[in-house]
């Protein structure tokens, strides 16, 4: 149960909810986006879900937005965590691709958010009230990912999504939660074990970006397909590092720095296949929406990665 007694800190408490609301309410829509394009015709009523939770995760975002303005973390604006200079066109490409409705007058208005220090004592109970409903929802969708997962491993249902893709969304879901539980009860952790933590989270889901993509790809893109080989294997590498048992401090700020290379890296694969794609010079089942998403979440990584100094002192 959440300790709704407490009150949250009022420090950086807003700023870091809504920074994590603008990133993670557009990737929770986009999931269900993908979702969405996955599903056979006969399956309405799962599309219908999927489109209703794209709906729901629209009015987070946009309420995101409107707090936002004035307080997102400058750092966090200048990432390209939450948009890109490609992902307005990945959003019109891929609406023309699929015809399924994108709500792109969000990303317009998020584009045209300033960054101030400042928040109002009123918008932080906003914020609180905000946070509750998001974890309401994100439970909800993360159940319904289950579900599909279930459902398609049992061989009851048939989606063009592959069941680690399911597994994939349905592991982001549970870590939005789990930020958001955290800041909602004021739990702050000790810096290396939060770090930890993150990078091991993270350098699985970019392992299996590299995974997907590779998959999608078009055999015939033998050079995409060999460097998408070598990221999964650099990813998984780093990911086993992490997760060793008694890791040295010295290791561990060598490791963050593997870590930042190997994003470097996956990131500019990403941006360069999201152009390819908007150009129509790749073959493959990929979507550039799909590609963007995963070039922000690497942009995430980078951020946390870069925020925090080897001598694992506090952002």
Not at 126 to 138: D, I, S
Not at 157 to 179: D, R, S, T
Request: net charge negative.
């Amino acid at each position: 149960m959440l300790d709704t007694g407490s009150e949250p800190m009022i420090g950086n408490f807003g700023r870091e909810s809504l920074d994590l609301h603008l990133f993670f309410a557009r990737i929770m829509r986009e999931h269900a986006i993908f979702m969405q394009a996955g599903f056979l015709p006969k399956d309405v009523t799962y599309f219908q879900k999927a489109a209703q939770f794209k709906c729901q995760y629209d009015q987070v975002l946009k309420e995101a937005i409107r707090l936002s303005n004035g307080t997102a973390a400058e750092e966090v604006l200048q990432s390209e965590e939450l948009l890109t200079d490609k992902t307005l066109r990945a959003e019109q490409k891929t609406q023309e691709m699929t015809g399924i409705p994108i709500d792109m007058a969000l990303t317009v208005e998020e584009l045209r958010l300033n960054p101030d220090p400042g928040m109002l004592q009123a918008e932080i109970e906003q914020v609180c009230a905000l946070n509750q409903k998001v974890m309401v929802l994100t439970t909800s969708f993360a159940e319904f990912k289950a579900m599909v997962l279930d459902q398609v491993t049992h061989c009851s249902l048939v989606c063009n999504l592959f069941p680690a893709q399911l597994e994939h969304v349905y592991k982001e879901a549970l870590f939005y939660l789990e930020v958001l539980k955290r800041l909602q009860n004021n739990q702050f952790v000790d810096a290396r074990v939060d770090l930890l933590e993150q990078e091991v989270f993270w350098d699985e889901i970019m392992g299996e970006h590299a995974k997907f993509v590779r998959h999608l790809l078009d055999p015939s893109e033998r050079e995409l397909c060999r460097k998408a080989k070598e990221l999964t294997k650099s990813f998984e590498r780093l990911e086993q590092k992490m997760k060793g048992e008694g890791l040295p401090a010295s290791s561990f700020g060598r490791l963050m720095h593997e870590n930042i290379s190997a994003t470097l890296a996956i990131a500019e694969f990403k941006a360069t296949g999201t152009e390819l794609i908007l150009a129509c010079q790749l073959k493959s089942l990929l979507s550039p929406l799909l590609t963007d998403h995963t070039l922000r979440e690497a942009n995430y990584y980078l951020r946390i990665l870069q925020t925090w100094r080897p001598d694992l002192g506090r952002r």
